[in-house]
């Protein structure tokens, strides 16, 4: 039996450090589509099979290290609040969503290069 | 006072998952690097910060992973014995560095563009 094959989208992953306690990564880049998208980081958390404290830690990192915040919340109010992205949010989780797909389109050919040597039914750890 | 800013070859970190159980990103990559430099997986182990079991797991995913090994080992002999990168493991070394290149300079634009929204001071967590 042959391990079923990685997704060419999912291979390259990119971790941007962006000072000396905050980094981005695909996890929270999935954070903010999922923020975006449901307007709550309740459901965004539920989504990204985060903790709601955990989801919310992550959210509170990239707003400490950008100038102005990427996620704004409301409490309160009709339906109880909610959350989205910031103008900035948007062109920075933009702008990673780019980067990922120049990263993987110049390095084509090494990746396919790499992949090409992998094992077809890898020996898994003992 | 700023913090002391990221240097721009240590911003971009990636991570290319080569099946279901390995990856290969910047710390196999380094071991790869300090294995070539120093000959010994004990040396390149303390090089690197990794106790030489670490550095043998890391290896030994590395081996599985791929059809030959990218370490090869001799045990005993004058000198202990030793291990140095196979001719594949020297190509994919290169290749990986090729890829940070490549992925860093395709997407220095969206870099430049996330590190300007960046704090100047960022708040550090709580």
Redesign the interface.
């Known amino acids: 039996m042959t ?2 094959p ?1 997704k060419t989208g ?13 980094a ?1 990564g695909p996890g929270k880049a999935d954070l903010l589509d999922a923020l975006e998208d449901t307007g709550s980081i309740s459901a965004a958390a539920r989504r990204t099979g985060l903790s709601y404290r955990k989801a919310w ?1 992550l959210i ?2 990239l707003n ?5 915040p990427l996620v704004s919340t409301a409490f309160g109010g009709a339906g109880g609040g909610g959350a989205r992205l910031t103008p ?1 949010g948007a ?2 989780l933009a ?2 969503r ?2 990922e797909q ?2 993987a ?3 084509a050919d ?2 396919a ?3 090409s ?4 039914e ?4 003992p």
């Not at 400490?64 to 102005?68: I, L, P, S, T, V």
């Open positions: 391990l079923s990685v999912e291979r390259l992953r990119l971790r941007l450090k962006l000072c000396n306690f905050a981005m830690m509170d990192e400490r290290a950008f100038r102005d900035t062109t920075v702008a990673y780019r980067l120049l990263a389109q110049a390095g090494e990746i290069l790499i992949q040597l992998v094992a077809e890898p020996a898994p750890p």
